[in-house]
């Protein structure tokens, strides 16, 4: 192997911690690699500096350490630890092979800093198939022995799902632009909307209904991006991949060796196809916010280039939660503060605020102990409560207030003179849906600051009210938790007919009326077909099976249940058939008639469906008479047998 010597640039940071007055530091960093120790210059009170510090290490190994230290200068005593990350040369050489010259280093507390290297002689490229996309890097500091920098997974391609049903609302469209459509599936959307967290994947599915008998295409790309805007401008991009979903058919390697792909073409036949992807949302990601002049947004957007057909798009804003900014990262401090003052016409008023901590997510119930102490002429009945959010913008110091809630609490009895009066008040945050304006707390360098405080305020008669400003952290709630309907409501609105329902109520039909959850929780599959009842009714017996398969032991017992529901509907349509009357099948599923309510029907009300003849309703009302004189004679040739071999046994 030959020897390769190394040139590194420390180029820049950003986020790094402010530990001087201000928010700010006195930034440089220190370099070791064995017996080489360096620093680069101070930049002060910066949280975001710029050294551009050239180190030639010379030769180097793959597992020769480099390591990374950053501090704030003092003049006077010892210079303060930011921070601290490192990296083997092993891990620098893996992004040279794949033609990536700078990244990006965590430090162990906050903050990253940004290197380039270059390695003499350089190293030869790696070929990478020519559809698949670039592998995104990100830096993990931490100290040990363990690499400082990952690469995000390898794009992952799953095989696409395919289910020959139209969509109910192609049937039912009756003009002419009958076209192919598509939409992103969320799982674990059904009943709310569900957040990704950073640090994980993202797992979704595309669904692409096809109405015309078969489509041919080239492409199906999707991208995965995120970025924050202030005042109109991206600032920074927090991730930005991209899949070809076609590449699911060869396991993400183009090939021509499958039967419906010519020429990297693809033909996809009447029906719905699920296109399961992932992405990776990387830890260091923000949360999504949207707010006047910052923004964070993440988008799903993908294009279809369809050969026979105009080609397709969607696009989707999903929303991310860095665990950071949740309940998961929630401060213990309590609130303890207090303030007095003296009235003019003399003795002392004072109050002091408790709670266990500082820090609350939308809708919880902030518990607040209030004292008062009370050695002055003035009666205390009351104290205001309000709750403030402050915006900074930039760097000014003077932000813009709002008033998010406002409350006015009794004490009982008044606080007279010599009297003290301690008494437990129950805030109750509005939730998310009742005030939009309460997001998370932000602090972001020289954009945007969000903060919020408790405004308690003693009124005092005849005299200035004595007032407690208590600062509190907003956090978003566990985005993992989710919150289930009520199974009552959810089952009374459970359409009669399957063909009537909505994704929605297939779910609530496993969950709440079989009480199964096995069937999604087992089933990591289930999400993905997104079916409907007008899907459930087209389906084969072998894909309920693969559906329900999560069940287990009860996979029988849903399968035979659901086909039961589709034998009562699709009974009443073989009949209509038979007697020619498929113009009526529309009518009577409407009035949700199925095949037990059909065979109980008299004249007078078959007659009553609408736009039925007096002869038609004749025909069905004398089939019917039929049906149920030939059942009788079944049921009495039954009786006789059983009869008759009961007889048999007595003697």
């Known amino acids: 192997m030959a020897q390769r010597s190394l040139k590194i640039n420390i180029i820049e940071g950003k986020d790094l911690k402010g530990l001087d007055s201000g928010g700010v530091s006195d930034c440089y960093v220190k370099f070791k690699c064995g017996s080489i120790s360096t620093k680069t210059e101070v930049i002060k009170k910066s949280t975001s500096p710029i050294w551009n510090y050239m180190i030639n290490i010379g030769n180097v190994e793959e597992n020769t350490l480099l390591q990374f230290e950053c501090f704030d200068w003092e003049r006077i005593g010892n210079n303060r630890t930011m921070g601290k990350t490192q990296a083997f040369v092993s891990d620098l050489s893996s992004g040279a092979k794949r033609n990536l ?219 991310v939660v860095n665990l950071e900014d949740t309940v998961y990262k929630q401060t213990i401090s309590p609130i303890n503060a207090q303030t007095s003052k003296s009235p003019l016409t003399g003795g002392n008023i004072s109050i002091s605020c408790k709670s266990v901590k500082n820090s609350f997510y939308p809708g919880e119930e902030i518990e607040l102990e209030v004292e008062v102490n009370n050695s002055s002429k003035k009666k205390i009945k009351n104290v205001d409560i309000q709750l403030n959010k402050v915006e900074y913008d930039g760097t000014d110091v003077t932000g813009t207030s709002y008033q998010l809630l406002t409350m006015t609490k009794r004490f009982y009895p008044k606080v007279k003179q010599n009297t003290s009066c301690r008494q437990m008040i129950v805030i109750e945050l509005p939730s998310t849906a009742q005030c939009a304006a309460l997001i998370h707390s932000i602090a972001e360098t020289k954009m945007i600051r969000v903060e919020y405080h408790l405004l308690v305020n003693l009124d005092i008669p005849s005299c200035v009210d004595l007032r407690l400003k208590l600062p509190i952290t907003i956090v978003q709630p566990d985005p993992k938790f989710e919150t289930l309907p009520n199974p009552l409501t959810e089952i009374g609105n459970l359409p009669r007919y399957v063909k009537d329902w909505s994704v929605k109520n297939f779910h609530s039909w496993i969950l709440f009326k079989k009480q199964c959850p096995d069937v999604m929780a087992l089933n990591q599959e289930f999400y993905q077909y997104n079916l ?30 659901l086909q039961s529901q589709i034998f009562e509907i699709k009974l009443v349509r073989n009949f209509l058939k038979e007697l020619q009357l498929s113009n009526l099948i529309d009518y009577f599923e409407k009035q949700t008639i199925t095949w037990d309510i059909l065979l109980e029907l008299n004249y007078n009300e078959i007659y009553s469906i609408n736009d039925i003849t007096i002869g038609d309703a004749k025909r069905i009302f004398l089939k019917i008479q039929q049906i149920q004189s030939e059942k009788q004679k079944q049921e009495q040739q039954v009786i006789s047998n059983l009869e008759a071999v009961s007889l048999q046994k007595s003697e």
Request: hydrophobic residues 35%; glycine residues 6%; neutral net charge.
């Open 101 to 319: 010259m700078d990244q990006w280093l965590r430090l162990d507390t906050k903050g990253f800093i940004r290197i380039s290297y270059e390695f003499t002689p350089p190293y030869p490229l790696e070929t990478e198939p020519t559809n698949s996309p670039n592998l995104s890097v990100v830096a993990n500091g931490g100290g040990g022995s363990s690499s400082s920098i990952m690469f995000n997974p390898t794009p992952v391609y799953f095989k696409p799902i395919f289910l020959p049903t139209i969509p109910s609302e192609m049937i039912n469209n009756n003009n002419n632009n009958k076209s192919t459509t598509c939409h992103f599936l969320i799982p674990g959307s059904v009943y709310q909307t569900r957040p990704f967290v950073c640090g994980e994947f993202v797992n979704c599915s595309l669904v692409l209904n096809v109405f015309e008998a078969r489509i041919v295409v080239r492409s199906l790309n999707l991208s995965f991006s995120g970025s924050i805007i202030y005042k109109g401008k991206k600032q920074r991009k927090l991730v930005n991949d991209y899949r070809d979903l076609l590449l699911g058919f060869t396991g993400g390697v183009p090939n021509n060796s499958n039967n419906n792909l010519t020429s990297n073409k693809v033909v996809l036949e009447r029906g719905k196809h699920v296109f399961p992807f992932q992405f990776f949302i990387d830890k260091t990601c923000k949360s999504t916010v949207d707010l006047t002049d910052y923004k964070v947004n993440y988008y799903l957007s993908f294009h279809a280039d369809i050969v026979n057909q105009p080609d397709i798009s969607a696009s989707q804003e999903i929303k």
């Open 532 to 561: 409907s009842g007008s899907d459930l009714m087209q389906l084969p017996t072998e894909t309920l099976y693969s559906i329900f398969k999560g069940a287990g032991p009860r996979t029988q017992e849903l399968v035979n249940d």
